[in-house]
Antibody, heavy 118, light 111 residues
Framework: QVQLQESGPGLVKPSETLSLTCTVS????????WNWIRQPPGKGLEWIGY???????NYNPSLRSRVTISVHTSKNQFSLKLTSMTAADTAVYYC????????????WGQGTLVTVSS | QSVLTQPPSVSGAPGQRVTISCTGS?????????VHWYQQLPGTAPKLLIY???NRPSGVPDRFSGSKFGTSASLAITGLQAEDEADYYC???????????FGTGTKVTVL
């Protein structure tokens, strides 16, 4: 069974860069699709982007100018960097793995709340 | 930004049947991309409930069923139980965005 665990700061100042890490167990980040999704408090889910085969990325057009997703194979982790943070970026951030059928998200981390505040 | 539209809420008494609609467009559901459904209990991560329009992962009760038609999809819960009270999201892939799209979410309340 694949398990994912997000880690990173719970508080980020406006204009700073958010860095989150997702640690994967039960599968290798060298293969398949690894995603980041976020959910502002009380609101719906928003896809941020994915990386597959360790180097090919695809990002939500609304965030593309600020997002970088990368893989760290030695630690079996993948990470998210989001620059120029504002209050609108306050959300629970989830990492998730695409399933084997199609574009479903089969396995999710528990999520980590990131608050943007000075 | 949610590209797929769902009703904000549905409710039903225990034992009843409720349905949740998910309306997309020709760049996602209508483009023959599958629809998937997630259940999000309060304070927890979303959990895959239905994949590939109508398939249940192991462990999901057969009270949950999904269907897809044209540019829309539907999730049905039969024999509603108190433990089904949660938020439900549909999801597909959009070829104009080249990425995942989610529904606006529906809160199911068991009366």
């Amino acid at each position: 069974q694949v398990q994912l665990q997000e880690s990173g700061p719970g508080l980020v100042k406006p204009s700073e860069t958010l860095s989150l890490t997702c640690t994967v167990s039960g599968d290798s980040v060298r293969s398949y699709y690894w995603n980041w999704i976020r959910q502002p408090p009380g609101k719906g889910l928003e896809w941020i982007g994915y990386i597959y085969n360790t180097e090919t990325t695809n990002y939500n057009p609304s965030l593309r100018s600020r997002v970088t997703i990368s893989v760290h194979t030695s630690k079996n982790q993948f990470s998210l960097k989001l620059t120029s943070m504002t209050a609108a970026d306050t959300a629970v951030y989830y990492c998730a793995r695409r399933g084997n059928w199609g574009w479903e998200l089969q396995d999710w981390g528990q999520g980590t709340l990131v608050t943007v505040s000075s | 930004q949610s590209v797929l539209t769902q009703p904000p809420s549905v409710s039903g008494a225990p034992g009843q049947r409720v349905t949740i609609s998910c309306t997309g467009s020709n760049s996602n559901i209508g483009a023959r991309y599958d629809v998937h459904w997630y259940q999000q209990l309060p304070g927890t991560a979303p959990k895959l409930l239905i994949y590939g329009n109508s398939n249940r992962p192991s462990g999901v009760p057969d009270r949950f069923s999904g269907s897809k038609f044209g540019t829309s999809a539907s999730l049905a819960i039969t024999g509603l139980q108190a433990e089904d009270e949660a938020d439900y999201y549909c999801q597909s892939y959009d070829n104009s965005l080249s990425g995942y799209v989610f529904g606006t979410g529906t809160k199911v309340t068991v009366l």
